[in-house]
């Protein structure tokens, strides 16, 4: 989806931002990957040393914490990761649907029924609170979401919509739980808004 650099300073230069938060086994692994990378761009397989580099960041990914990478408030569902529109501001007309993106990081992935494929599944859970953190509303398993590939593909995003409809004027915090059911971690992310007063959105 997104341009790649085929230079091998290009991939030397991500393999060592990694290395400067992994540990010493993946470091290691790492570092061992971007070497053999390096060698096939310098052969002419660029698309080698790009999957090789693939295969190691997504093995690495594995032993990160399951995190909240980015969440913003979009203008509409995104075309596809890291493509969207932000929302200027976060206030919203009233009857105004909210639409987030968010990006989880550190997936589990397990293998899936179907032969030479792994599987990733995380579901959401919803709060809404007031601007004091008292809670208003709340939906479990709000979102879910499984991904099925035959590589642990980090571009992964949820595209969530919440309808406030109702809602009085006023400050909000929208929360989001992250749960990821193959590893049982979970991680949350809050979104302030507000909803304005005034006529109601078309």
């Known amino acids: 989806m997104r341009g790649r650099n085929g230079k091998s300073l290009g991939m030397a230069g991500i393999a060592v931002m990694l290395l400067l938060s992994a540990g010493p086994a993946f470091a290691g692994n790492l570092a061992q990957a971007a070497a053999k990378a390096e060698a096939l761009a310098a052969a002419g397989n660029a698309a080698g040393a790009h999957d090789l ?3 190691a960041i997504g093995d690495f990914s594995e032993t990160l914490p399951f ?5 913003v408030f979009v203008k509409t569902d995104p075309a596809g990761y890291a493509m969207y529109d932000p929302k200027q501001g976060q206030v919203f007309k009233p009857g105004e649907t909210l639409v987030s993106y968010v990006e989880p990081v550190g997936l589990n992935w397990k293998p899936a029924k179907d032969a030479g494929k792994i599987q990733s599944h995380f579901t959401v859970d919803l709060d809404i609170l007031s601007a ?6 709340s939906q479990k398993a709000f979102g879910d979401f499984t991904f099925t590939g035959f590589l642990r593909n980090q571009e992964i995003y949820a595209t969530l919509r919440t309808d406030v409809s109702g809602a009085a004027a006023g400050d909000y915090i929208l929360r989001f739980r992250f749960n990821d059911v193959n590893s049982g971690k979970s991680a949350s992310i809050d979104q302030k808004f507000t909803i304005a007063a005034g006529a109601k959105a078309p």
């Open 53 to 55: 580099m693939r295969g």
């Open 132 to 137: 004091t953190g008292e809670q208003l509303a």
């Open 67 to 71: 995190a909240i990478g980015k969440a």
